[in-house]
């Protein structure tokens, strides 16, 4: 071996005290653990049969726990309402994720999924839409006095959401679907494109049945002050009128052509309240059967 050079020599001298320094630096270090963390690794899922059983937690068990199969959820990229598509990972479940919410999950729901503490967990946040009618809502009654029933009434809705571009509401009349009033709460008339802004109403997806159930809606004014358009007499059962003011509700003449308001009938058949044309009174809204009824009026 040729001899080396005296900077050679240097050089691994200095190699040789920088590794000398490096271990005894290492035997002054204390030997430590590797520091695990769980990461929550949220993930989207869908409830599922038990896989061995091939049964499902009935709704009577008030269950919180669900077999789940991991899904590759897309949707299109565009802006705007989009529907989305779910893909199964798996043929069978082979997880179990306990339910944080309280309600219950229909099989096949779409869940996020998260791992904490050991165990999945999933949560299925309730969905909401802000609506306009389409098509009229009317209660489902029967019977005289009106009595209302289960199955609520069902009516079309068009979708409103918020335009930035405006800072105002807008609808879009190219998007519509179904709203249920469960609890025949609600009236509302059919779509009209100047004034549908009158009619905004919320609705929640339900996780059980997935129709849109109408949480609230706006309505008609509880009273009514207004003008008559024509003389009437106590044998009149109504008189045509005109908004002068309203109450709790919107305007049910927006457009200012006149409504019809009903006079109440006595005992001897004939009729409460009379009175001057261009005379004022007031009216209360009759919510089931969509009528405006005088209750005080100007003495003729």
Known sequence: MPERSPRQRQRIADLEKEVAELTERADRTPERLPIVTERRNPRLAITAYDPVGGTYPKRSLDPNTYWIIFVDATYTGAHGLQAITATARQTLAKTVACNIGDEYLTRGTLVEVFWDNGKW??????????FTLYTALVPNKVGAPAVTYNPGSTATAYLVYYNPDTSKLAVNTSFDFTVRDQQNRFRGPAYDATYWDYIIGYAKQMPDSEEWEIVTMTHKAERIKFKASAAFTTASASVAGTVEDFFNGYNPDPGGSGLTIYNWQTSDSSYQYEG?????????????????????????
């Open 276 to 300: 001057d044309q261009y005379d004022l009174g007031w009216a209360w809204y009759d919510w089931t059967n969509d009528k405006y009824w005088i209750y005080d009026f100007e003495c003729p």
């Open 121 to 130: 967990w999933c949560l299925r946040c309730g969905a909401l839409r802000r």
